[in-house]
């Protein structure tokens, strides 16, 4: 089964610094899509990026980046210089391309910036 | 504007009672899914629906039903069979049905059973 896991239940960074919000998945799909999304105070999550199984290119949007390593089954997420509106919390995400029916999210890491 | 609406913010119900929970979206998409989320933990999949009329159960459909009758629509109703309803319920859409695309989700209903 396809399963999602990031570790980090909580992280605290002062403004500007950067922070990395890990995310390791597992899958026996050798073509799987991962997510990342924003759930701010409001609640509802804001799509960030999508990448699937066959392309590990690193992508870069801003101050935020993605690390995508197969080998290691990670899709891992940097903010750089990090600002008080970062504040949120932050779900991966793993859809199989085979299991049309589900979509397995990891229980979210909360960061919180402080001024 | 474009998006998604769920009403309403706050439900409150009594043990033993159904409870049917609004998800209206006008981004003309094809595909619409119901998620539930407790405290601490990521959404889980309800039910999701690729075209008008049909639905697919999701992880944990259990003591949940849906319908889907309007494109635009698709209202969960949270049944009493449901043994621990309260939570945090999302509605999302996307522009094709498959869990691969790139969801919009609403601002959620917060479910409390008395």
């Known amino acids: 089964a396809q399963k999602v896991t990031q570790a980090q239940t909580e992280i605290s960074v002062v403004e500007k610094e950067d922070v990395t919000l890990d995310c390791v998945y597992e899958t026996r799909d050798t073509t799987y899509y991962l997510f990342w999304y924003k759930q701010p105070p409001s609640g509802e999550l804001v799509f960030l990026i999508r990448r699937n199984s066959f392309d590990e290119q690193n992508e870069i949007s801003g101050r935020y980046s993605w690390n995508f390593q197969k080998s290691t089954s990670s899709f891992n997420f940097t903010i750089t210089a990090s600002q008080v509106v970062d504040s949120a919390v932050y779900f991966c995400?793993?859809?199989?391309?085979?299991?049309?029916?589900?979509?397995?999210f990891g229980a979210g890491t909360r960061l919180t910036v402080k001024p | 504007d474009g998006g998604i609406t769920q009403s309403p913010k706050y439900l409150f119900r009594k043990e033993g009672q159904n409870v049917t929970l609004s998800c209206e979206q006008n981004?003309?998409?094809?595909?619409m899914y119901w998620y539930r989320q407790d405290p601490g933990q990521g959404l889980r999949l309800i039910y999701y629906s690729q075209i008008v009329n049909d639905f697919q159960k999701g992880d944990i459909a259990e003591g949940y039903s849906v319908s889907r009758e309007k494109k635009e629509s698709f209202p969960l109703t949270v049944t009493s069979a449901q043994k621990n309803p309260t939570a945090f319920y999302l509605c999302a859409s996307s522009m094709a049905g498959g869990l691969y695309n790139e969801q919009f989700f609403g601002p959620g209903t917060r479910l409390t059973v008395l």
């Open positions: 981004l003309n998409h094809d595909a």
């Open positions: 995400a793993l859809s199989e391309a085979q299991v049309d029916n589900d979509m397995r």
